[in-house]
């Protein structure tokens, strides 16, 4: 499925502006998610969701009913409702003899799907285990992905990426420091293991402008294992990435900096005329009037000349 | 000096009842201040990181570091305040993430804005309301009270002398709004169509409510003679048809496709072209029918010898050749076939003798 012109006229006022909102935008906001059932969902990937979507909160929906699909083999029901929610995220819980306690995560592009990665949810705590204060719904976490892993692996490399589009939530401009809160972190080893983190920052004292760091955790923790994968073709991918018109910043000409920071300008100048350059004035070097009168005959000459040649080249 | 050293320990003692904030890696860190995100490319402890038991608090020390040192990279960032809050202003994000939708495309021009636009044709606005001197009020110009403006204002519409006295012109009105309508929903689509590149079927000749023009009718035979399976080859033609000529009358028609010329490349070569197309004008020779010039070669001889003899017949009647007494010109010898010679090579063989 892809963005459509409609052929259609809406009829309402409100039809209209529901269908505009729906239009492509240079800036995009945030991405919203929904997260499904898939066929006999497991407790505890239902759970694994669930505190997915606690965390994503104000841009997830939870659809509860139960959907007979396997999206690794159809995925025309997931584009489906994507489609029908505005949604450009999704996750998938489902559970087999052959893969328990499975969790699939992925993304769309154009309602189409772009990125889908299976994880097997192998140990889990839930956010209702830890008993302690949370944070506030909504907040925008820092992101921490440790291991070498994540940049030598392909499929990981992808799924770092796709986690950051989960948890990025939306460009800003400016961020308050004491809003500096949650720390989700993602440790990523050789054989395929996943460990998903959770914490909340508290600032202590330091001496120094800059605070101390301590961390509490708060649940969820997860231990997934990278199972199977639908990675976009890098085609696809670059077509995604694309920056808009509007957003790529204008490059000024012949403007730099040098290394001590001052700015530097070229300046494009034309061939200077050295017979007409005016120096010291002498009564010497006056003309006198018959040499002025030479002078204006040859200009004249050479106008017409000009003339005639502009014509004939016509 | 000892109320420096006094000074230095109290210092020091301050010091030592915070942990610090500084953190030692192997590695550097890449740090995305933009989208608060860090990647730790260091080894990780593999010991530590299989047993079950000290898992979480490896993890947890080594999130805490790394949170560190972001939060240092964050704090080293100009501060402003906005409505008694401390905010940093975060610089661009480096990481590209993949949009939701593809960026999205001009608009392509309708018809009618493309015309505009080559002929720098403007909109005016118009006003939304308009004084009416027949009703003497502000009418305005579409939508809510519109209708019963004119209503009021239609409330009796004179049949003209040059129609039927009994058609009635609120129909009439009414047919004709809503074929302006209708042609104009046509638009719509065909602007659609043209902006998705989607060929569609020809509507051929525009609906008329009066009698087709000549024109029109010309051009109607030759779409209909050409709509046939073998594209109006095998069409006969009637006596003095000519095929049908004007602007889009050739698109109208299937199977004729126009041949587009290629643009000029440079002023000489199309100046070149033209000098050539002269010359081919300039050296035009009349054609030669071989037949028929002959034919009339044969017509004028034939002419002329008549003529002549026309004139020699008066000069025959005057003097006669003395010798040649009949009229008949017929001798009274008898043939005499060839003298009993046979002579093969000649065409006439001579009489045979029994």
Same mark, same amino acid.
């Given at each position: 499925?892809?963005?459509?012109?409609?052929?259609?006229?809406?009829?309402?006022?409100?039809?209209?502006?529901?269908?505009?909102?729906?239009?492509?935008?240079?800036?995009?906001?945030?991405?919203?998610?929904?997260?499904?059932?898939?066929?006999?969902?497991?407790?505890?990937?239902?759970?694994?969701l669930r505190d997915i979507y606690d965390l994503k909160k104000p841009d997830a929906a939870f659809l509860n009913r139960k959907n007979d699909f396997v999206p690794f083999e159809d995925a025309t029901l997931i584009e489906k409702i994507c489609y029908k929610k505005e949604a450009a995220l999704f996750g998938v819980s489902s559970h087999s003899k052959k893969r328990p306690h499975n969790v699939i995560l992925g993304r769309t592009f154009n309602y189409g799907v772009l990125d889908?990665?299976?994880?097997?949810?192998?140990?889990?705590?839930?956010?209702?285990?830890?008993?302690?204060?949370?944070?506030?719904?909504g907040l925008k976490p820092c992101l921490l992905f440790n291991g070498p892993a994540w940049d030598l692996n392909q499929d990981l490399k992808r799924l770092k990426s796709l986690f950051t589009d989960f948890f990025y939530r939306e460009k800003v401009e400016t961020i308050r420091l004491q809003g500096l809160e949650h720390v989700l972190s993602f440790t990523a080893t050789d054989d395929g293991n996943i460990f998903v983190r959770s914490y909340r920052i508290l600032l202590k004292k330091s001496g120094q402008r800059t605070p101390r760091v301590e961390l509490e955790e708060i649940g969820p923790s997860?231990?997934?294992?990278?199972?199977?994968?639908?990675?976009?073709?890098?085609?696809?991918?670059?077509?995604?990435?694309?920056?808009?018109?509007?957003?790529k910043p204008i490059t000024k000409k012949n403007i730099s900096k040098d290394a001590f920071g001052s700015k530097m300008g070229r300046?494009?100048?034309?061939?200077?005329?050295?017979?007409?350059?005016?120096?010291? &004035?002498?009564?010497? !070097? @006056? =003309?006198?009037?018959?040499? #002025? &009168?030479?002078?204006? !005959? @040859? =200009?004249?000459?050479?106008? #017409?000349?000009?003339?005639?040649?502009?014509?004939?080249?016509? | 000096m000892d109320i420096v050293n006094d000074i230095l320990e109290r210092e020091q003692k301050k010091a030592e009842k915070y942990k610090p904030i500084v953190v030692e890696k192997h590695l550097e860190l890449e740090f995305d201040v933009g989208t608060l995100l860090t990647s730790d490319t260091n080894d990780l402890d593999s010991k530590l990181i299989k047993s079950d038991q000290e898992r979480d608090i490896y993890l947890q020390s080594l999130a805490r570091d790394n949170t560190q040192l972001l939060l240092n990279k964050i704090w080293e960032l100009p501060t402003e305040r906005i409505d008694e809050a401390i905010v940093v202003r975060l610089p661009q994000p480096t990481t590209v993430l993949p949009r939701a939708k593809p960026v999205p495309k001009p608009k392509p021009l309708t018809k009618w804005q493309?015309?505009?636009?080559?002929?720098?044709?403007?909109?005016?606005?118009?006003?939304?309301?308009?004084?009416?001197e027949q009703l003497q009020k502000w009418v305005p110009l579409y939508g809510f009270r519109k209708a019963a403006a004119e209503k009021e204002k239609n409330w009796l519409i004179p049949v003209p002398q040059n129609l039927d006295p009994m058609t009635d012109m609120y129909e009439k009105k009414a047919t004709?709004?809503?074929e302006k309508v209708a042609k104009n929903e046509l638009q719509r689509l065909k602007n659609i169509a043209r902006a998705r590149k989607v060929k569609i079927p020809r509507v051929g000749l525009p609906i008329t409510s009066d009698k087709a023009s000549s024109t029109q009718l010309a051009t109607a035979t030759s779409v209909a003679k050409a709509s046939t399976a073998s594209l109006g080859k095998f069409q006969d033609k009637l006596p003095k048809e000519k095929e049908a000529r004007g602007k889009g009358v050739h698109e109208l028609i299937p199977g004729k496709e126009r041949k587009r010329k290629l643009p000029v490349p440079t002023p000489a070569a199309e100046k070149e072209q033209n000098l050539?197309?002269?010359?081919?004008?300039?050296?035009?020779?009349?054609?030669?029918?071989?037949?028929?010039?002959?034919?009339?070669?044969?017509?004028?001889?034939?002419?002329?010898?008549?003529?002549?003899?026309?004139s020699m017949k008066p000069m025959k009647g005057r003097g006669k050749p003395k010798g040649k007494g009949n009229a008949t010109?017929?001798?009274?010898?008898?043939?005499?076939?060839?003298?009993?010679?046979?002579?093969?090579s000649k065409k006439n063989p001579g009489r045979k003798r029994r």
């Amino acid at each position: 499925m892809a963005v459509m012109q409609r052929i259609k006229k809406p009829t309402t006022r409100k039809g209209k502006k529901v269908l505009l909102s729906k239009e492509p935008k240079p800036v995009e906001g945030p991405k919203q998610c929904i997260f499904l059932q898939g066929r006999n969902p497991s407790d505890r990937a239902r759970k694994v969701l669930r505190d997915i979507y606690d965390l994503k909160k104000p841009d997830a929906a939870f659809l509860n009913r139960k959907n007979d699909f396997v999206p690794f083999e159809d995925a025309t029901l997931i584009e489906k409702i994507c489609y029908k929610k505005e949604a450009a995220l999704f996750g998938v819980s489902s559970h087999s003899k052959k893969r328990p306690h499975n969790v699939i995560l992925g993304r769309t592009f154009n309602y189409g799907v772009l990125d889908m990665i299976e994880l097997g949810a192998e140990n889990f705590k839930a956010m209702s285990e830890f008993h302690n204060m949370k944070v506030l719904a909504g907040l925008k976490p820092c992101l921490l992905f440790n291991g070498p892993a994540w940049d030598l692996n392909q499929d990981l490399k992808r799924l770092k990426s796709l986690f950051t589009d989960f948890f990025y939530r939306e460009k800003v401009e400016t961020i308050r420091l004491q809003g500096l809160e949650h720390v989700l972190s993602f440790t990523a080893t050789d054989d395929g293991n996943i460990f998903v983190r959770s914490y909340r920052i508290l600032l202590k004292k330091s001496g120094q402008r800059t605070p101390r760091v301590e961390l509490e955790e708060i649940g969820p923790s997860i231990d997934f294992k990278l199972r199977r994968t639908r990675l976009a073709s890098d085609d696809l991918i670059r077509e995604a990435c694309r920056v808009p018109r509007e957003l790529k910043p204008i490059t000024k000409k012949n403007i730099s900096k040098d290394a001590f920071g001052s700015k530097m300008g070229r300046i494009h100048m034309g061939k200077q005329d050295i017979n007409r350059l005016q120096t010291r &004035k002498m009564k010497g !070097l @006056k =003309k006198s009037a018959e040499e #002025k &009168k030479e002078m204006l !005959l @040859k =200009k004249k000459i050479a106008k #017409k000349e000009a003339k005639a040649q502009a014509i004939n080249s016509q | 000096m000892d109320i420096v050293n006094d000074i230095l320990e109290r210092e020091q003692k301050k010091a030592e009842k915070y942990k610090p904030i500084v953190v030692e890696k192997h590695l550097e860190l890449e740090f995305d201040v933009g989208t608060l995100l860090t990647s730790d490319t260091n080894d990780l402890d593999s010991k530590l990181i299989k047993s079950d038991q000290e898992r979480d608090i490896y993890l947890q020390s080594l999130a805490r570091d790394n949170t560190q040192l972001l939060l240092n990279k964050i704090w080293e960032l100009p501060t402003e305040r906005i409505d008694e809050a401390i905010v940093v202003r975060l610089p661009q994000p480096t990481t590209v993430l993949p949009r939701a939708k593809p960026v999205p495309k001009p608009k392509p021009l309708t018809k009618w804005q493309e015309f505009a636009k080559a002929k720098g044709i403007t909109k005016t606005k118009k006003s939304k309301l308009e004084w009416d001197e027949q009703l003497q009020k502000w009418v305005p110009l579409y939508g809510f009270r519109k209708a019963a403006a004119e209503k009021e204002k239609n409330w009796l519409i004179p049949v003209p002398q040059n129609l039927d006295p009994m058609t009635d012109m609120y129909e009439k009105k009414a047919t004709e709004k809503s074929e302006k309508v209708a042609k104009n929903e046509l638009q719509r689509l065909k602007n659609i169509a043209r902006a998705r590149k989607v060929k569609i079927p020809r509507v051929g000749l525009p609906i008329t409510s009066d009698k087709a023009s000549s024109t029109q009718l010309a051009t109607a035979t030759s779409v209909a003679k050409a709509s046939t399976a073998s594209l109006g080859k095998f069409q006969d033609k009637l006596p003095k048809e000519k095929e049908a000529r004007g602007k889009g009358v050739h698109e109208l028609i299937p199977g004729k496709e126009r041949k587009r010329k290629l643009p000029v490349p440079t002023p000489a070569a199309e100046k070149e072209q033209n000098l050539s197309m002269i010359d081919r004008i300039l050296r035009k020779r009349p054609k030669i029918d071989m037949e028929k010039a002959v034919s009339k070669h044969i017509n004028e001889e034939q002419l002329q010898r008549s003529e002549e003899k026309k004139s020699m017949k008066p000069m025959k009647g005057r003097g006669k050749p003395k010798g040649k007494g009949n009229a008949t010109n017929f001798s009274a010898k008898k043939p005499k076939g060839g003298k009993g010679q046979r002579n093969p090579s000649k065409k006439n063989p001579g009489r045979k003798r029994r």
